[in-house]
């Protein structure tokens, strides 16, 4: 696994020279990037959400498309129209900007619910259907997505069907006071974005998300992933459990970060430390909970803190228990 361990420092020491002082959430973006998984980034306005997204694209000889939703954009202008040619006497597609490689779906959930809708096919099954045609996307795939969790006047949460399709989570927060202090510096005289060279290759995101399919899930890490959904639907906390593409995401995801750190197997601690990433936006909290002012992370912390982790040795070498 040095290879991907060495393409992940490669992505995340790019995105170091704009994202100052967050490289754990940095290291969700590579872990969603190696599993071409879609990322919801929520936190407040100011912080870099869009900044990351754009530094990602930057980072990557990859075709990078923004997508600026408003509540009066209509699906075709996401996924493209079919317009007649004159000349040719038929239709051409001309496709619509959700259609390329890196895709920044900037303030998500402005958007009503059927232009949203018209990106649950884009994400899942990775291709768009107009007049009947269907058009694949571009390899690599992934759909970075922004929204402020504080502004509710004239949005629209996002539908438990889309929510479930991002692969995780993530949250940058504020930076520290030297970090902050570094950023003022960093920007002085020109955003540290314009100098980001590419580092990588679509070609080299496909070979690395292959390589990590190759990283051993051990039957014991199996047992503890499915245990971990399985309490989200048990929960009293809970009105809806993740779902089986929970686990899916889960493990895909624990894959992913055994590699970057250089592992050619999973250990409990890679999924633990992705689950409320990768579960928490995907239960629906109950009434009760919600007026004791429980949220879905600190539900999932609890049931990771609840359940027992499996010991012994994870390696392909060990026979499993």
């Known amino acids: 696994m040095a290879d991907?361990?060495?393409?992940?420092?490669r992505i995340i020491d790019s995105l170091e020279k704009v994202i100052v002082g967050k490289r754990q959430a940095l290291e969700l973006v590579v872990i969603g990037l190696l599993c071409q998984g879609h990322i919801l980034i929520e936190d407040v306005p100011g912080?870099?959400?869009?900044?990351?997204?754009?530094s990602l694209a930057k980072s990557l000889d990859c075709v990078f498309n923004r997508i600026q939703f408003t509540p009066d954009m209509l699906p075709?202008?996401?996924?493209?129209?079919?317009?007649?040619?004159?000349?040719?006497?038929?239709?051409?597609?001309?496709?619509?900007?959700?259609?390329?490689?890196?895709?920044?779906?900037?303030?998500?959930?402005?958007?009503?619910p059927k232009t949203q809708a018209a990106l649950l096919e884009a994400m899942e099954e990775r291709q768009v259907t107009v007049d009947g045609a269907t058009h694949p996307m571009p390899k690599p795939y992934i759909v970075l997505a922004t929204q402020n969790p504080i502004e509710y006047e004239g949005t629209f949460p996002l539908p438990e069907a889309q929510l479930d399709r991002f692969l995780l989570r993530m949250r940058l927060g504020y930076p520290s006071i030297n970090d902050e202090i570094r950023v003022m510096e960093d920007q002085q005289v020109q955003?540290?974005?314009?100098?980001?060279?590419?580092?990588a290759t679509g070609g080299d995101v496909m070979q690395m998300n292959e390589a990590i399919r190759r990283v051993y899930l051990s039957n014991a890490v199996k047992r503890y992933i499915v245990e971990l959904s399985t309490r989200t639907r048990q929960s009293q906390d809970v009105y809806l459990g993740?779902?089986?593409?929970?686990?899916?995401?889960?493990?895909?995801?624990a894959q992913a970060r055994a590699a970057l750190h250089g592992r050619d197997h999973v250990l409990p601690d890679d999924v633990k430390a992705l689950a409320v990433p990768v579960l928490a936006h995907r239960i629906i909290v109950s009434a009760a909970a919600r007026?004791?002012?429980?949220?879905?992370?600190?539900?999932?912390q609890e049931i990771v803190l609840s359940t027992p982790v499996p010991g012994g040795s994870f390696e392909a070498s060990a026979r499993d228990k």
């Open 291 to 300: 007026l004791r002012d429980l949220g879905s992370d600190r539900i999932v």
């Open 242 to 253: 993740a779902s089986p593409r929970g686990s899916l995401s889960l493990s895909r995801a």
């Open 191 to 199: 955003h540290p974005l314009e100098a980001l060279k590419p580092v």
């Open 47 to 54: 912080v870099g959400k869009t900044v990351l997204a754009r």
């Open 4 to 9: 991907v361990k060495e393409f992940g420092e």
């Open 76 to 112: 075709s202008d996401v996924t493209g129209v079919s317009i007649y040619n004159q000349q040719k006497n038929e239709f051409e597609f001309r496709p619509g900007p959700i259609i390329g490689q890196v895709i920044l779906a900037d303030e998500i959930n402005r958007a009503t």
